[in-house]
């Protein structure tokens, strides 16, 4: 079965192949090429897991890429444990999403075009997933911002959508700057871009004692490519992009903004934990996990104050990566990714939740919406699963991650900790607010007519409902953890699963739940007076602190500003200064008019600039007057004369 | 003091920057010419003088003057029939007017 | 003392030439007015027919003939077929223009055989004397056949004042050479050769400079180069084309020969001076042919600035590239510059205009003219595959090898320059509108002598080697 | 056959041209196929070159040698290696193109396709001489035909930049012209051979001759390609050029430049090379970042595309500097073999690439809308999906999207030059975000945004608009995803050029 | 002593003219005392044993150029040419010229010293010259004829008029 990894990519983008080239006249107009090429990509990664579940060791495959310098360079795939996890995810969720889409995109003029990039992104996310080395990594990640950047501009005549997909991808290149530096770094040192090798190398402590600048370079390289993670992932700084994507298609955002891409950031942290792990006094890792910490605090405190769904869900899923990140960063390896798993399940669930409610409303404003709960059952209660489990409500999915996170955040940095806890705390109270806005109570806005979305859309929610509540239960322990065995990194104790620290953090989540309650279900106190009490607070948070006005000013104005003055530059200066050098003789009072010739820029010109002033001049020797001429004779013999003698 | 070499060769210095001096300044193409005709005679001391004092072995230098000298008279016979034609289309025989093209 | 016989084999293209002058003075006594052409003809044929017995006599080793006077040598052999060459193919180019100019259109194609014989004496002069004498021989007839169009008081203009710098020029010279002769006591330049290694250093330098007035002045040297635009414009154009050509590469066999053969062995340090006028002579010429209009006046400053290049390569006179690097560039010069000149007679007789302005959409109403003058234009700037590449490439060697690696690139930034100029002329012809569109022809003589010129520019362009050879064999020349 | 194989190519263009001028005025359709004819067979005598040639052996192959004049030793020397197989394939290529693009040019029919095929045997020639002399004369040829498609079907201000090119160049090729005399002049036996100098390295002993000789060279090949601050004149040419023309100009013509300084400067000069390496590679990074930054300010799709034209050959550049740097350092001889390979393919890549966008350019302004300023248009995506996909594909792959041709040549040049020079290579890789910005900004403000009703007019690709583009864009691709081919061929020689430089 | 004598006397007559050659304001006066000059150089050749030189010096510089120039002066100016300014607005450059130039030649010729040669002239050099002039000076000879000749055709085309 293994064998036939190479497929999982590859039959996914044959799907766009096929739907690039043929377009409407294929069956379902694309739609069903794309489906079964994700479809058959999980029934053979389902296969490989379960092969794999017989524990043999990873599978390999090379193809020889291009000639290296002195040696060829053989890249290729690799399937072990982490990767197989992965697939799953991909494959599955991408597999429920595609089939919902069926419904949510129905009757859309670029209906076959949205399957062939969703397909495109499938196989990219794919081999991203399997390369067995940096470089097709690498390549798979910018693949897949490509298809994010794709699938943001979908809807491009929105000038909004077309600003968000640009935002989008050149924000998460900034991160790849930094990642493919790392990547050259690790070359340089290291001499191969192979994972197998690279972490061989780094583990018999090759980098042991090198350092870049004054720091220890394996950290600075670790370092340098978690920047992709942070683009990737929208960590702070660069999590700002990641709001504004939701100006693609709901499915979109469910797939690339939260199941899988965005994960992607922690998955190659996870992926290449080793460089991470091995750096010095695991100093990699710290920033790891502040840079997560942070970052789920952060957005979760604007995630309480924003009233689209969509943003609302689009900040809960930075606050989880960062989440994450947090967990890998105090050595949850397993909790990390464990988180990643369920997360992609009941986050992918909550954005077609939403989707199929924006679809009924034809609004993202939660403010407008209210008494859905009625109208449309099984969203509501797909939603209200995804929501608990969210917030970490056992026995539900998030409830085991998270709690697994939580521990290990105990364990090593109790700051963390308190950041990851209050984080929860939030998380609960912002689901729970969106929940009380939109489903139960009576219908605010007055010109939508909602329903309940088509079983296309509905079943898949099911599925993910159902995943969202069983797939933790593969972190319970007294199932005995498998996943503990299934992901684990040699050399990393676990943090023994404790009751009572379990019971704090349900606790949490259910005072973050009966809060929001408070607020906004019972009004006991009024969300209005909340914000006035909060005050500059709020404003704070409900811009975001400002880091979008921040980077206009810091960067996108510098650069589009230069960019104008090289230009300006270019026309005048640089001409002026390579004037400037072959300007020897003539004052600089003449400058100007070298512009006003037609001749304006460059040595050569003004060579020919100077020899026409020179020639305009010089002619006016030649008077016509033969005796002036006589003249010249009798003077140039004198000069040569005189040259000649007194010499 | 015995006549030498020098003396001719300082004589013949003279003439040739009078006749100089005569084909600068004198606006007559004629009177130019004849300043021409100085230089000549010029050259042509000095050639006659080497004659005698440097070369007496061969005649090279009276020679060379002879031809010199038929070569002004060439020189004025073509100069002045030039004139001729100037001075009947031009209707000038100054130098200094003859300046249609310049520049 | 008897003259050997051989001394008469020596001179049979002289002989030859001299008789087909007298020949023709008959001829022209019994052709009526309006059939002078036979006269053109008749002359072109026998010039023609003179190349033969010149080019025979190509691979003579170097020798004197009557008494040391007179040089038998494959260099002057070069300059010889160049001087009638020339002649043959402006004598074609001048016969349209004669017709109904002047009544004097017989004595024109008499005058420019005669004047072939002077070139052809100035190349191979190897006696003061009798340089002074050929030199004034071209001269004399220049000074005429520039004056030639009375009626035109340009051309009246141009032959007074050829005249009047003419013969002042020579006087100077010949006072050099009067000088140079009391200096070695001979007027051979063999003999000069011999005696000058004593002679005191500055009466010698005086008869150099006076001297190099003389030759300056026919080469169009600056500072002597002043009458050149002028005469040019004002001349006839098959004249200047004449003038620009044949009479500047006889100037430089006559210089080349009193330098190489006559100084040289006074250890005079006469390269530095000719490299230092080698590189303003091709600046001024280039500097000043920028703003000029008149393409006759434009290609008068360019003969002036080539006359630099070739400077150069007598200044370049040693190694295997020296003095061979020059007669390429001569040959190259020749070409290119007598088809540009054609090029202007025709347009100058149909569009009755040398404004280069008027030349605008040239190629719409005369392509293979257009396309002719823009390849000599090319020729000029030094773009392969072309004659004046080749040669801006073997006289760029020869300067290098001589170490003038600083007038080498004098020389390229000149060409530079030059390239605005020529490459107006192009831009006239193709990328300027028409004014109207009916179409240029050419007359079948002119047709003929700018066949020529392009074949040659093409031919040493693409394949130089027989050129080479024939360079490299003439520039052997009489050394002792 | 095989051994004249070369020199068919190579002069094939030049007959077909001279065909076309026989054929007598007003046949303009006859005309066409003529050249088109002649184009293609030139294309496939390129490809027929791949059957004969070896791809394992280092040295020249196919090689023809002549006595052309032995008065100073001038041969007709040609010959291919890795290095210029691909770069002759190219040409061929771009030249079918831009002609089958050229088809519904009128005015001056005759000369347009002449001047085009000269310009294509003299490019070609360039490629293959292997005596400096036949060599020049190529070089200096090639420039001719470009001044005239400039200057005669350029745009308004055709005869400015016309000139300009020709006087920018010529000042480089005269110095080049110097540069090979003093070679030649100290070459024992003397030779314009150009293996035989390299064999030689007549001036190894004189560093004052040597480093006149090098930057004289330098002059011609930096104005070529063109570096940073040589590179005024291209903003200008390309600009006025005809579509056509400006395909060749940024596919072919500045690839002579780095040609240039691979075949002869790296070898001829290793020594001296290496010294100024550094200043080089600074100039190179320079022109990398300002390049892309100046095309970001652009308002005009041409101007955009030449400067991001700067910033590529750059990146090109960057990895020669390096492979030079590089000299004489054993442990750096794999990087300096890599980023060769890489400045090699990206010379490829960008012939492919920008003359794929130049056409795209030529498409939208000489046939549909006459204007090609940046804002003028708008939401043209939903107008022209399949114009909108060609272009955006060739955008990515300029901008180094994995999968398309550019990011393996930027791999392998960052890769290579990053063992050499780290620093400015860290500098170089910004120039990636720059360039992405640049184009983003461009599709977004061409493609995207509402639908622009001045524009509802315009008709997708036609035809023969595609069939010059897609061959294009399915290069970028396939050599994207699997380069490995192209490399091979490439590698072999750049190996062997490095273990001669080490 | 006594040819000194007449050298000094010879060369005061020959610059004296000829400074009113160059000088006069009356170009007629110029063209005349032309002859003294020519004469004193004349002179000056019987010195130098030149006798057949100063022979045709006499004959035909001042049998035929003078006359010459001063018929040409009579057709082109009626009369005396009092009535034009003679000298153009270069006197100055024009005597700093001459002057420098002359000071340079005398101080070169006085610089030098001039090797004397072997031999002697002949007594009567007259038939040595001609004997020259048909021997070693063959070519010269020649050359010379034809040059008269082409000068003559010149003189004639330019001096007649078009039709």
């Known amino acids: 079965m293994v064998e036939l990894a190479w497929l999982i990519p590859v039959l996914p983008l044959a799907a766009f192949a096929l739907i690039v080239a043929f377009g409407r006249r294929l069956p379902g107009e694309g739609a069903y090429v794309a489906i079964a090429g994700i479809a058959l990509s999980a029934v053979i990664s389902i296969g490989i897991f379960i092969?794999?579940?017989?524990?043999?060791?990873?599978?390999?495959?090379?193809?020889?890429?291009?000639?290296?310098?002195?040696?060829?360079?053989?890249?290729?795939?690799?399937?072990?444990?982490?990767?197989?996890?992965?697939?799953?995810?991909?494959?599955?969720v991408g597999a429920m999403i595609f089939i919902y889409s069926v419904g949510y995109m129905h009757g859309d003029p670029r209906y076959p075009r949205f399957f062939a990039y969703m397909s495109l992104f499938a196989a990219s996310m794919l081999l991203l997933v399997l390369a067995n080395n940096l470089l097709f990594l690498y390549a798979g990640w910018e693949l897949v911002g490509l298809c994010s950047y794709l699938l943001i501009g979908f809807y491009f005549e929105k000038p909004s959508a077309a600003r968000a997909s640009m935002k989008a991808f050149l924000t998460t290149r900034v991160g790849d700057f930094f990642m493919f530096l790392g990547i050259l770094l690790i070359f340089f040192t290291l001499g191969t871009f192979r994972f197998e090798e690279i972490f061989a190398r780094v583990h018999e402590g090759a980098l042991g004692n090198l350092t870049l600048g004054g720091l220890p370079l394996l950290t600075v390289a670790a370092v340098l490519l978690f920047g992709g993670a942070v683009g990737k992932s929208a960590q702070v700084p660069l999590h700002t992009w990641l709001p504004d994507a939701m100006e693609g298609p709901t499915p979109v955002s469910a797939l690339i903004h939260a199941a899988t891409?965005?994960?992607?950031?922690?998955?190659?942290?996870?992926?290449?934990?080793?460089?991470?792990?091995?750096?010095?006094?695991?100093?990699?890792?710290?920033?790891?996990?502040?840079?997560?910490?942070?970052?789920?605090l952060m957005a979760a405190t604007i995630a309480v104050t924003q009233d689209d769904i969509k943003r609302v869900l689009a900040y809960s899923t930075i606050s989880q990566l960062g989440l994450m990140m947090l967990g890998l960063g105090v050595l949850g390896y397993t909790a990390g990714m464990f988180h990643l798993m369920t997360h992609a399940f009941f986050k992918a669930l909550l954005f077609l939740g939403a989707g199929s409610v924006i679809h009924a409303m034809h609004t993202n404003d939660i403010k407008e919406m209210g008494g859905l709960a009625r109208i449309?059952?099984?969203?509501?209660?797909?939603?209200?699963?995804?929501?608990?489990?969210?917030?970490?409500?056992?026995?539900?999915?998030?409830?085991?991650?998270?709690?697994?996170?939580?521990?290990?955040?105990?364990?090593?940095?109790?700051?963390?900790?308190?950041m990851g806890a209050l984080t929860s705390l939030l998380t609960a109270f912002y689901m729970f607010r969106v929940i009380f806005y939109t489903f139960p109570g009576t219908l605010r806005s007055h010109h939508a007519h909602p329903h309940e979305s088509p079983p296309v859309m509905t079943r898949p929610l099911w599925v993910l409902a159902g995943f969202a509540a069983v797939v933790g239960f593969v972190g319970a322990p007294f199932l005995g953890a498998p996943i503990a065995h299934y992901i684990e990194f040699e050399g990393i104790a676990h943090a023994k699963f404790s009751w009572g620290f379990a019971l704090v953090s349900t606790l949490i989540a259910g005072a973050g739940i009966l809060l929001a309650a408070a607020v906004y279900h019972w009004k006991v106190v009024p969300s209005a007076?909340?914000?006035?009490?909060?005050?500059?607070?709020?404003?704070?948070?409900?811009?975001?602190?400002?880091?979008?006005?921040?980077?206009?000013?810091?960067?996108?104005?510098?650069?589009?500003?230069?960019?104008?003055?090289?230009?300006?530059?270019?026309?005048?200066?640089?001409?002026?200064?390579?004037?400037?050098?072959?300007?020897?003789?003539?004052?600089?009072?003449?400058?100007?008019?070298?512009?006003?010739?037609?001749?304006?820029?460059?040595?050569?010109?003004?060579?020919?600039?100077?020899?026409?002033?020179?020639?305009?001049?010089?002619?006016?020797?030649?008077?016509?007057?033969?005796?002036?001429?006589?003249?010249?004779?009798?003077?140039?013999?004198?000069?040569?004369?005189?040259?000649?003698?007194?010499? | 003091m015995q006549l030498g070499l020098t003396h001719f060769l300082i004589l013949s210095a003279l003439l040739f920057s009078l006749g100089l001096f005569a084909v600068l300044t004198r606006r007559n193409v004629v009177a130019i010419l004849m300043g021409i005709e100085l230089m000549l005679n010029a050259a042509n001391i000095n050639l006659v003088a080497f004659n005698k004092y440097v070369a007496p072995a061969a005649l090279d230098g009276q020679v060379f003057a002879l031809v010199v000298i038929t070569l002004a008279a060439c020189e004025a016979g073509v100069g002045l029939a030039l004139v001729m034609s100037a001075y009947r289309h031009l209707e000038t025989v100054h130098a200094d007017e003859i300046n249609i093209m310049k520049w | 003392m008897p003259l050997p016989i051989e001394d008469i084999w020596a001179i049979v293209p002289e002989i030859w030439v001299a008789g087909l002058g007298l020949l023709l003075i008959v001829l022209d006594l019994f052709v009526p007015a309006d059939r002078k052409a036979i006269v053109g003809w008749g002359a072109v044929i026998g010039l023609a027919l003179a190349l033969l017995p010149i080019a025979g006599m190509l691979g003579?080793?170097?020798?004197?003939?009557?008494?040391?006077?007179?040089?038998?040598?494959?260099?002057?052999?070069?300059?010889?077929?160049?001087?009638?060459?020339?002649?043959?193919?402006?004598?074609?180019?001048?016969?349209?223009?004669?017709?109904?100019?002047?009544?004097?259109?017989?004595?024109?194609?008499?005058?420019?055989?005669?004047?072939?014989?002077g070139l052809i004496l100035m190349a191979a002069s190897a006696d003061l004397i009798l340089l002074v004498l050929s030199i004034e021989f071209v001269s004399l007839c220049s000074y005429v056949m520039a004056g030639y169009f009375k009626a035109d008081r340009r051309s009246n203009e141009a032959g007074i004042k050829y005249f009047l710098f003419g013969a002042s020029a020579?006087?100077?010279?010949?006072?050099?050479?009067?000088?140079?002769?009391?200096?070695?006591?001979?007027?051979?330049?063999?003999?000069?050769?011999?005696?000058?290694?004593?002679?005191?250093?500055?009466?010698?330098?005086?008869?150099?400079?006076?001297?190099?007035?003389?030759?300056?002045?026919?080469?169009?040297?600056?500072?002597?180069?002043?009458w050149t635009p002028d005469v040019y414009e004002g001349a006839p154009t098959p004249v200047a084309a004449y003038l620009s050509v044949a009479s500047k590469a006889a100037g430089f066999a006559a210089l080349v020969r009193l330098l190489v053969v006559a100084i040289v062995p006074s250890g005079l340090d006469w390269v530095t001076l000719i490299a230092g006028l080698s590189a303003i002579t091709m600046t001024v010429g280039n500097l000043l042919a920028l703003p000029q209009r008149n393409i006759k006046r434009m290609l008068a400053y360019s003969s002036i600035s080539h006359a630099g290049f070739l400077l150069m390569g007598v200044a370049a006179y040693q190694g295997d590239f020296g003095t061979a690097g020059l007669l390429i560039y001569v040959l190259a010069y020749a070409f290119a510059n007598l088809g540009a000149f054609f090029v202007a007679v025709v347009v100058g007789q149909r569009l009755a205009t040398d404004e280069i302005p008027d030349y605008a959409g040239l190629k719409a109403r005369a392509p293979t003219l257009a396309f002719l003058m823009a390849f000599f234009m090319l020729s000029l700037t030094g773009i392969p595959p072309t004659a004046g590449f080749f040669g801006k490439f073997y006289i760029f060697g020869a300067a290098i090898d001589n170490g003038l690696l600083w007038l080498a690139v004098v020389g390229v930034v000149n060409s530079v320059v030059a390239l605005y100029y020529y490459v107006g002329v192009i831009r006239a012809m193709y990328l300027m509108p028409a004014p109207s569109e009916e179409p240029v022809g050419e007359p079948a003589a002119l047709r003929l002598a700018l066949g020529v010129a392009a074949v040659g520019t093409f031919l040493v362009g693409i394949y130089p080697q027989p050129f080479v050879d024939l360079a490299n064999t003439a520039s052997l020349l009489l050394r002792l | 056959m095989d051994q004249y194989l070369l020199s068919i190519t190579v002069f094939l263009p030049l007959a077909g041209g001279l065909v076309v001028l026989l054929v007598p005025k007003g046949q303009d359709r006859l005309m066409k196929q003529v050249a088109l004819v002649a184009s293609v067979l030139t294309f496939l005598a390129s490809l027929w070159l791949l059957g004969p040639f070896e791809i394992g052996r280092a040295e020249m192959q196919l090689q023809e040698r002549y006595l052309w004049i032995p008065g100073i030793g001038i041969h007709y020397h040609v010959g291919i290696d890795g290095l210029s197989l691909p770069l002759v394939i190219l040409t061929a290529l771009l030249t079918v193109v831009s002609i089958v693009y050229s088809w519904r040019i009128d005015v001056r029919l005759k000369e347009y396709l002449f001047l085009f095929l000269l310009l294509e045997t003299a490019m070609l020639g360039v490629f293959v001489a292997l005596d400096f002399f036949l060599f020049f004369v190529f070089w200096e040829v090639s420039i001719v035909p470009m001044y005239f498609l400039i200057g005669i079907w350029g745009g308004p201000r055709k005869e400015y930049a016309a000139i300009k090119f020709f006087l920018y160049t010529l000042v480089g090729s005269l110095a080049m012209l110097l540069a090979i005399l003093l070679l030649y002049f100290n070459a024992e036996p003397r030779t314009f051979g150009i293996l035989e100098l390299i064999g030689q390295q007549p001036l190894a002993g004189v560093p004052v001759?040597?480093?006149?000789?090098?930057?004289?060279?330098?002059?011609?090949?930096?104005?070529?390609?063109?570096?940073?601050?040589?590179?005024?004149?291209?903003?200008?040419?390309?600009?006025?050029?005809?579509?056509?023309?400006?395909?060749?100009?940024?596919?072919?013509?500045?690839k002579l430049g780095t040609y240039g300084f691979v075949r002869v400067s790296l070898p001829m000069f290793p020594e001296t090379f290496k010294a100024y390496a550094f200043v080089i590679a600074i100039l190179a990074i320079i022109g990398v970042v300002y390049g892309a930054l100046v095309a970001m300010a652009q308002t005009d799709l041409k101007k955009l595309v030449a400067y991001s034209s700067v910033n590529h050959m750059g990146y090109v550049m960057l990895g020669i500097a390096a492979a030079a740097g590089a000299v004489g350092v054993a442990e750096k001889a794999n990087a300096a073999t890599i980023a060769l390979n890489g400045a090699v393919f990206e010379m490829v890549a960008h012939g492919i690439i920008t003359g794929a966008l130049f056409l795209i350019v030529g498409v939208i302004y000489d046939y549909r809308a006459h204007v090609r300023g940046v804002d003028d248009f708008g939401g043209l995506g939903a107008l022209l999906p399949r114009y909108t996909g060609l272009t955006t594909m060739a955008m990515l792959a300029?901008?180094?999207?994995?999968?398309?041709?550019?990011?393996?040549?930027?791999?392998?040049?960052?890769?290579?030059?990053?063992?050499?020079?780290?620093?400015?290579?860290?500098?170089?890789?910004?120039?990636?975000?720059?360039?992405?910005?640049?184009?983003?900004?461009?599709?977004?403000?061409?493609?995207?945004?509402?639908?622009?009703?001045?524009?509802?007019?315009?008709?997708?690709?036609?035809?023969?608009?595609?069939?010059?583009?897609?061959?294009?864009?399915?290069?970028?691709?396939?050599?994207?995803?699997?380069?490995?081919?192209?490399?091979?061929?490439?590698?072999?020689?750049?190996?062997?050029?490095?273990?001669?430089?080490? | 002593m006594g040819q000194l004598a007449a050298f000094i006397i010879l060369s005061i007559v020959t610059l004296a003219s000829a400074v009113v050659v160059v000088g006069s304001k009356n170009i007629v006066r110029s063209a005349l005392s032309l002859i003294p000059t020519l004469l004193g150089i004349a002179g000056l050749y019987i010195l130098l044993h030149a006798e057949y030189v100063a022979g045709i010096q006499v004959l035909i510089y001042i049998g035929a150029i003078t006359v010459l120039i001063l018929f040409v002066i009579m057709l082109t100016e009626q009369g005396t040419g009092a009535r034009f300014r003679q000298v153009n607005e270069q006197v100055l450059a024009g005597v700093l010229a001459a002057a420098v130039l002359a000071v340079l030649l005398m101080a070169v010729f006085f610089g030098t010293t001039w090797a004397p040669g072997p031999g002697a002239l002949p007594q009567y050099t007259a038939p040595a010259i001609g004997s020259t002039f048909l021997s070693s000076a063959i070519l010269i000879f020649i050359v010379t004829s034809f040059v008269l000749l082409v000068a003559l055709m010149g003189a004639i085309v330019i001096a007649r008029r078009e039709r």
């Open chain 1, 261 to 296: 891409m965005v994960a992607a950031g922690v998955y190659m942290v996870a992926r290449t934990y080793m460089l991470f792990f091995e750096s010095a006094g695991h100093g990699a890792l710290t920033v790891v996990a502040y840079v997560g910490g942070i970052t789920a």
């Open chain 4, 209 to 254: 001759l040597a480093a006149l000789s090098f930057w004289g060279f330098f002059l011609s090949f930096a104005i070529k390609v063109p570096m940073w601050p040589f590179h005024t004149w291209l903003p200008d040419a390309h600009v006025e050029a005809p579509t056509a023309g400006s395909v060749i100009l940024a596919g072919v013509l500045l």
């Open chain 1, 529 to 647: 007076s909340l914000r006035r009490a909060a005050g500059p607070l709020y404003a704070l948070v409900v811009n975001k602190y400002y880091v979008d006005e921040l980077y206009g000013v810091l960067f996108v104005r510098p650069t589009v500003a230069i960019a104008g003055a090289l230009r300006t530059f270019d026309v005048y200066v640089v001409d002026l200064l390579v004037n400037l050098v072959g300007f020897a003789g003539i004052g600089v009072a003449r400058l100007y008019r070298a512009f006003d010739l037609y001749v304006v820029d460059g040595l050569v010109n003004l060579l020919g600039w100077i020899a026409q002033t020179l020639g305009r001049t010089l002619r006016y020797i030649q008077t016509g007057r033969a005796q002036n001429y006589l003249l010249a004779i009798a003077l140039g013999v004198i000069v040569l004369l005189a040259a000649g003698l007194f010499r």
């Open chain 1, 376 to 418: 449309m059952p099984s969203t509501y209660w797909t939603f209200l699963i995804g929501a608990l489990a969210l917030s970490g409500v056992p026995p539900l999915a998030g409830f085991w991650s998270k709690d697994e996170i939580l521990l290990e955040a105990f364990r090593h940095a109790p700051l963390l900790y308190a």
């Open chain 3, 60 to 117: 003579v080793t170097p020798r004197t003939a009557f008494f040391g006077t007179y040089a038998v040598d494959g260099f002057a052999v070069f300059f010889k077929l160049i001087a009638v060459g020339a002649t043959v193919l402006v004598i074609l180019s001048a016969m349209d223009v004669l017709r109904g100019q002047t009544r004097f259109e017989g004595e024109m194609y008499i005058l420019l055989t005669f004047t072939a014989l």
């Open chain 3, 170 to 226: 020579s006087a100077v010279m010949i006072y050099g050479f009067s000088i140079l002769y009391g200096l070695a006591g001979h007027t051979n330049l063999y003999a000069i050769a011999e005696a000058v290694h004593t002679a005191p250093q500055p009466a010698l330098i005086v008869a150099l400079v006076f001297a190099l007035a003389g030759l300056g002045f026919k080469v169009s040297m600056v500072p002597f180069h002043q």
């Open chain 4, 398 to 502: 300029s901008l180094g999207l994995p999968g398309l041709m550019g990011f393996v040549a930027e791999f392998l040049i960052f890769v290579g030059s990053f063992g050499v020079f780290p620093e400015l290579t860290v500098i170089a890789v910004t120039g990636v975000v720059f360039s992405a910005a640049m184009f983003l900004w461009t599709i977004q403000r061409i493609f995207l945004g509402p639908k622009n009703p001045r524009w509802e007019t315009l008709t997708d690709l036609d035809g023969r608009e595609a069939v010059s583009l897609v061959p294009l864009a399915a290069l970028m691709l396939i050599f994207g995803v699997y380069p490995r081919p192209l490399l091979e061929i490439i590698n072999t020689a750049m190996t062997s050029l490095v273990t001669v430089l080490r």
């Open chain 1, 51 to 92: 092969q794999g579940l017989a524990g043999d060791g990873p599978y390999e495959a090379n193809l020889r890429w291009m000639p290296f310098g002195a040696f060829p360079l053989d890249l290729g795939i690799r399937v072990d444990n982490l990767t197989t996890l992965m697939l799953l995810v991909v494959t599955v």
